[in-house]
């Protein structure tokens, strides 16, 4: 398996992924996890120290460089993360050198997983989002083995819209090399089918799943309902819309607080623009915060809203919804197809994001019911689950090759 | 030749982080053990030196002009309570001049004239509990000057006022002069060197924990003349007017005021500081207060810009943590 070990605050609901599919698949067969990051706690526990490899790791995560979910190394001039900052022509110049950096960063990790690879004895090749993909290509070539790829995130969600970018092909060319690809929505398999031309019969859906969810103690010190936004600060998450939707409703509810949790590289904007709004008494940014508290702060809400601008799946909300906090979804969030009752809204569309979030308010005690009834559904997909249908689909492969 | 030196000895308090998590549980703000260790730490390399030097300029009647912030006074006689003696002797004999400025050396100017004007009184009422003599000159944090901080400083009974002369501004005007303020109630101002050579010279310097530039302790320097009596000099309403609508600071601060200001997180914070000083001002307690003026120190300003992206935004989310804790207790 290539693809990070740990969840990280750069790489969110990817490594979070991947690191409870690790474990579970490890119960099923011999896993070697070749990682960016440190994955030295994940050796530590039951799993044997040399599944794990990490590579690279002063290289690559000191530059924050080789992550999924980072917007700007896909990013050109015209792109929308730095269209609204003063300071274009230096970003362009940055994200020059940043661009010639990773693809050199990325080259060399994926040299040293083929190094690594020689004597190894292995029968799938299962790689997750663009950082693997180099590598599992060469492998594929050296070994003949099948090569599934699981992807969470595309160069498509992360800049919100077909770009040029050498990401772009690279995820192209994964995609259409590998035997298997895997997407974690029908959502996000239309885009890989619309978008990237890859045939619809080579893509599986398998849905991410939960476990579960170890929760700080706390208790909200407000007396108003909290309004709740959970992801990376940037373009494909909405961050933005979410101040637009605050600002919104406040002109109708003044007993409310917004807790943006999460950080990124939209911060200085949104606290720029907050402040412009004078909204800084009433929107709370907390930077990021260890799992157990974020999940303390969604047990602690009223309503989560997740206004992705492409959200292939969108964990966050199935965590919020297995602590019975309500949500309101972009219409472009995979996560939508297995969670019932819930309310989803054109994404640019903050009007109908307000309407929504005042109709949970109005009435919490049939959102609460909806959101526990919800709460249940989504406990019954765990990660052992999601786990073993991906162990089926490696196994099929196996067969197929 | 410098004619007057103003020597600033501070220490700077360190803000405990505050995480979202725990605004609302009235946990203590201020890491006095760390700050304490700080100074224990810096005080044989760095402070005692300083001190002794100013001790023996007063010996010798060269009667030193010094700022001591108010933290800087309780570590130092928490942890040299005989030096402190010596201190206090040369003080209330007149041997050592007391330059009056905020009590934690802060910027709370920028952030709120209200909060600016509380924490020059603070001083002026902390520094009775060290020194029987009250300064009757006073210096903003990096000579920070305005026609409102003059009018704010005037009616605290201060008797003038250093300003920073710098040419560009002036027109005409030169250090070591004195003017009038541009206030209902005529103040003096008297100019230290700015950015343009002068002949006369005030210079400023730091003597421990301040950011002026220089830490040079010009032993020579003798000021021998009162420095009240440079504001006396010829009759008041003769003197020209000093007009400043936007604050000026010293050439001689290690940063320009922009480093402080500009950022739109340190906008943030300091906008979000006023509106809770303007809103609460009446209520909120001394360690509210205090706390405020923390915020507001340079260096804690500056850490929100000048370090690492990711450490200047926890600095942020931390100092706006704490505001929404202060805002919680008078709701």
């Given at each position: 398996?290539?693809?990070?070990?740990?969840?990280?605050?750069?790489?969110?609901?990817?490594?979070?992924?991947?690191?409870?599919?690790?474990?579970?698949?490890?119960?099923?067969?011999?896993?070697?996890?070749?990682?960016?990051?440190?994955?030295?706690?994940?050796?530590?526990?039951?799993?044997?120290?040399?599944?794990?490899?990490?590579?690279?790791?002063?290289?690559?995560?000191?530059?924050?460089?080789?992550?999924?979910?980072?917007?700007?190394?896909?990013?050109?001039?015209?792109?929308?993360p730095?269209?609204?900052?003063?300071?274009?022509?230096?970003?362009?110049?940055?994200?020059?050198?940043?661009?010639?950096?990773?693809?050199?960063?990325?080259?060399?990790?994926?040299?040293k997983?083929?190094?690594?690879s020689?004597?190894?004895?292995?029968?799938?090749?299962?790689?997750?989002?663009?950082?693997?993909?180099?590598?599992?290509?060469?492998?594929?070539?050296?070994?003949?083995?099948?090569?599934?790829?699981?992807?969470?995130?595309?160069?498509?969600d992360?800049?919100?819209?077909?770009?040029?970018?050498?990401?772009?092909?690279?995820?192209?060319?994964?995609?259409?090399?590998?035997?298997?690809?895997?997407?974690?929505?029908?959502?996000?398999?239309?885009?890989?089918?619309?978008e990237?031309?890859?045939?619809?019969?080579?893509?599986?859906?398998?849905?991410?799943?939960i476990?579960?969810?170890?929760?700080?103690?706390?208790?909200?010190?407000?007396?108003?309902?909290?309004?709740?936004?959970?992801?990376?600060?940037?373009?494909?998450?909405?961050?933005?819309?979410?101040?637009?939707?605050?600002?919104?409703?406040?002109?109708?509810?003044?007993?409310?607080?917004?807790?943006?949790?999460?950080?990124?590289?939209?911060?200085?904007?949104?606290?720029?623009?907050?402040?412009?709004?004078?909204?800084?008494?009433?929107?709370?940014?907390?930077?990021?915060?260890p799992?157990?508290?974020?999940?303390?702060?969604?047990?602690?809400?009223?309503?989560?809203?997740?206004?992705?601008?492409?959200?292939?799946?969108?964990?966050?909300?199935?965590?919020?919804?297995?602590?019975?906090?309500?949500?309101?979804?972009?219409?472009?969030?995979?996560?939508?197809?297995?969670?019932?009752d819930?309310?989803?809204?054109?994404?640019?569309?903050?009007?109908?994001?307000?309407?929504?979030?005042?109709?949970?308010?109005?009435?919490?005690?049939?959102?609460?019911?909806?959101?526990?009834?919800?709460?249940?559904s989504v406990?019954?997909?765990?990660?052992?689950?999601?786990?073993?249908?991906?162990?089926?689909?490696?196994?099929?492969?196996l067969?197929?090759? | 030749?410098?004619?007057?030196?103003?020597?600033?000895?501070?220490?700077?308090?360190?803000?405990?982080?505050?995480?979202?998590?725990?605004?609302?549980?009235?946990?203590?703000?201020?890491?006095?053990?760390?700050?304490?260790?700080?100074?224990?730490?810096?005080?044989?390399?760095?402070?005692?030196?300083?001190?002794?030097?100013?001790?023996?300029?007063?010996?010798?009647?060269?009667?030193?002009?010094?700022?001591?912030?108010?933290?800087?006074?309780?570590?130092?006689?928490q942890?040299?309570?005989?030096?402190?003696?010596e201190?206090?002797?040369?003080?209330?004999?007149?041997?050592?001049?007391?330059?009056?400025?905020?009590?934690?050396?802060?910027?709370?100017?920028?952030?709120?004239p209200?909060?600016?004007?509380?924490?020059?009184?603070?001083?002026?009422?902390?520094?009775?509990?060290?020194?029987?003599?009250?300064?009757?000159?006073?210096?903003?944090?990096?000579?920070?000057?305005?026609?409102?901080?003059?009018?704010?400083?005037?009616?605290?009974?201060?008797?003038?006022?250093?300003?920073?002369?710098?040419?560009?501004?002036?027109?005409?005007?030169?250090?070591?002069?004195?003017?009038?303020?541009?206030?209902?109630?005529?103040?003096?101002?008297?100019?230290?060197?700015?950015?343009?050579?002068?002949?006369?010279?005030?210079?400023?310097?730091?003597g421990?924990?301040?950011?002026?530039?220089?830490?040079?302790?010009?032993?020579?320097?003798?000021?021998?003349?009162?420095?009240?009596?440079?504001?006396?000099?010829?009759?008041?309403?003769?003197?020209?007017?000093?007009?400043?609508?936007?604050?000026?600071?010293?050439?001689?601060w290690?940063?320009?005021?922009?480093?402080?200001?500009?950022?739109?997180?340190?906008?943030?914070?300091?906008?979000?500081?006023?509106?809770?000083v303007?809103?609460?001002?009446?209520?909120?307690?001394?360690?509210d207060?205090?706390?405020?003026?923390?915020?507001?120190?340079?260096?804690?300003?500056?850490?929100?810009?000048?370090?690492?992206?990711?450490?200047?935004?926890?600095?942020?989310?931390?100092?706006?943590?704490?505001?929404?804790?202060?805002?919680?207790?008078?709701?």
């Amino acid at each position: 398996m290539i693809g990070p070990g740990n969840p990280n605050p750069q790489n969110s609901g990817l490594g979070i992924a991947c690191y409870h599919i690790a474990q579970n698949l490890a119960k099923k067969v011999h896993l070697k996890l070749f990682s960016v990051e440190s994955a030295e706690e994940f050796a530590d526990q039951e799993m044997e120290s040399s599944r794990t490899e990490t590579l690279n790791r002063q290289k690559l995560t000191n530059k924050k460089q080789l992550n999924a979910d980072l917007v700007h190394l896909s990013v050109t001039s015209e792109l929308n993360p730095y269209s609204y900052s003063s300071s274009i022509d230096i970003e362009e110049h940055y994200n020059e050198n940043i661009e010639i950096s990773v693809q050199e960063a990325l080259e060399d990790f994926s040299q040293k997983i083929v190094l690594k690879s020689r004597n190894l004895d292995f029968d799938v090749i299962y790689a997750h989002d663009w950082t693997a993909i180099p590598a599992s290509k060469k492998l594929k070539e050296l070994s003949g083995k099948p090569f599934v790829l699981h992807i969470h995130a595309l160069d498509y969600d992360r800049s919100g819209k077909k770009s040029n970018s050498w990401l772009f092909d690279l995820e192209k060319e994964g995609m259409q090399i590998a035997d298997l690809v895997i997407a974690v929505s029908e959502y996000h398999k239309n885009i890989m089918v619309k978008e990237y031309g890859i045939k619809a019969s080579k893509i599986k859906v398998i849905h991410h799943g939960i476990d579960e969810l170890q929760v700080s103690d706390y208790k909200a010190p407000f007396d108003e309902d909290i309004i709740l936004f959970c992801g990376r600060l940037s373009l494909q998450k909405g961050a933005t819309t979410f101040i637009e939707i605050a600002e919104a409703l406040l002109k109708k509810e003044q007993n409310l607080r917004f807790v943006v949790t999460g950080q990124g590289e939209l911060i200085e904007e949104m606290i720029a623009s907050c402040n412009e709004k004078a909204m800084l008494n009433k929107i709370h940014f907390t930077g990021h915060l260890p799992q157990e508290d974020v999940f303390a702060i969604m047990k602690a809400s009223q309503v989560m809203v997740m206004p992705s601008l492409s959200e292939p799946f969108g964990l966050s909300a199935l965590e919020a919804v297995s602590l019975n906090l309500p949500v309101v979804l972009s219409k472009n969030c995979g996560v939508a197809e297995v969670l019932k009752d819930v309310p989803k809204v054109v994404q640019s569309d903050i009007e109908s994001y307000v309407i929504a979030i005042r109709e949970i308010l109005a009435n919490q005690k049939q959102s609460s019911k909806i959101a526990k009834q919800n709460a249940e559904s989504v406990k019954k997909r765990n990660w052992e689950t999601v786990s073993d249908e991906i162990f089926s689909a490696l196994k099929q492969e196996l067969k197929n090759g | 030749m410098d004619n007057y030196q103003i020597i600033h000895f501070n220490h700077p308090l360190e803000v405990k982080k505050l995480s979202f998590l725990d605004i609302g549980k009235n946990l203590p703000a201020v890491d006095e053990s760390k700050s304490q260790k700080t100074f224990i730490d810096d005080f044989s390399d760095l402070v005692y030196s300083k001190l002794k030097t100013v001790l023996k300029m007063a010996e010798e009647d060269k009667c030193p002009l010094v700022f001591f912030s108010l933290p800087f006074l309780k570590f130092l006689k928490q942890h040299d309570a005989n030096l402190m003696l010596e201190i206090k002797k040369k003080v209330d004999t007149g041997k050592i001049q007391l330059i009056g400025s905020c009590a934690y050396h802060s910027f709370s100017y920028l952030c709120s004239p209200l909060l600016f004007k509380k924490e020059v009184a603070l001083y002026l009422d902390g520094l009775s509990d060290y020194f029987e003599k009250k300064p009757g000159i006073f210096i903003n944090t990096a000579c920070l000057y305005d026609d409102q901080v003059a009018e704010i400083v005037n009616s605290l009974g201060y008797q003038g006022i250093i300003a920073t002369a710098n040419p560009w501004h002036l027109a005409g005007k030169h250090s070591g002069q004195v003017y009038k303020s541009n206030t209902a109630q005529p103040f003096n101002i008297l100019l230290s060197n700015g950015d343009g050579p002068d002949n006369f010279q005030i210079s400023l310097v730091n003597g421990y924990g301040s950011a002026y530039n220089s830490d040079f302790i010009d032993k020579s320097v003798s000021n021998e003349k009162q420095i009240q009596e440079l504001f006396m000099i010829g009759n008041p309403d003769e003197h020209s007017v000093y007009a400043v609508s936007l604050p000026l600071s010293s050439p001689s601060w290690e940063h320009k005021i922009p480093d402080y200001t500009n950022n739109p997180l340190q906008k943030a914070l300091l906008k979000q500081g006023s509106a809770l000083v303007n809103q609460y001002h009446d209520k909120l307690s001394a360690e509210d207060l205090k706390l405020l003026m923390l915020l507001c120190q340079p260096d804690h300003l500056l850490q929100i810009n000048q370090t690492s992206k990711e450490e200047g935004y926890d600095h942020f989310i931390s100092s706006m943590n704490h505001l929404t804790d202060i805002s919680l207790r008078y709701k």
